[in-house]
């Protein structure tokens, strides 16, 4: 099984940035495709971005432009970057990879980190 361990949550003011990490204990890291989701209180949970084994990138269009997901297969790491955070992006971010056999939203997830966008 792989686990998955995000951080760098926090409390922001609008404008602000954030980067999270995520640490993947998979034995052979670049084989996952790899996303961020987040899940705000009482919505559902939606993807913020994803890359790929292949390093193909995808974003919400929420997030297109402030949001930047890269990933260190060397270190078995995937960051988020997040720049011009505003309220609306307040949820729970949880870090996730899948085969390209499972799909997207499928395989593994991390315990999420909480993000708070607040003056």
């Known amino acids: 099984q792989v686990q998955l361990v995000e951080s760098g949550g926090g409390l922001v003011q609008p404008g602000g940035s954030l980067r999270l990490s995520c640490a993947a204990s998979a034995s052979i890291f670049s084989i996952y495709n790899m996303g961020w989701y987040r899940q705000a209180p009482g919505k559902q949970r939606e993807l913020v971005a994803r890359?790929?084994?292949?390093?193909?990138?995808l974003y919400a269009d929420s997030v297109k432009g402030r949001f930047t997901i890269s990933r260190d297969n060397t270190q078995k790491m995937v960051y988020l970057q997040m720049n011009n955070l505003k309220p609306e992006d307040t949820a729970v971010y949880y870090c996730?990879?899948?085969?390209?056999?499972?799909?997207?939203?499928?395989?593994?997830w991390g315990q999420g980190t909480q993000v708070t966008v607040s003056s």
């Open positions: 890359i790929t084994r292949a390093y193909v990138t």
């Open positions: 996730n990879c899948n085969t390209d056999l499972g799909g997207t939203g499928s395989g593994f």
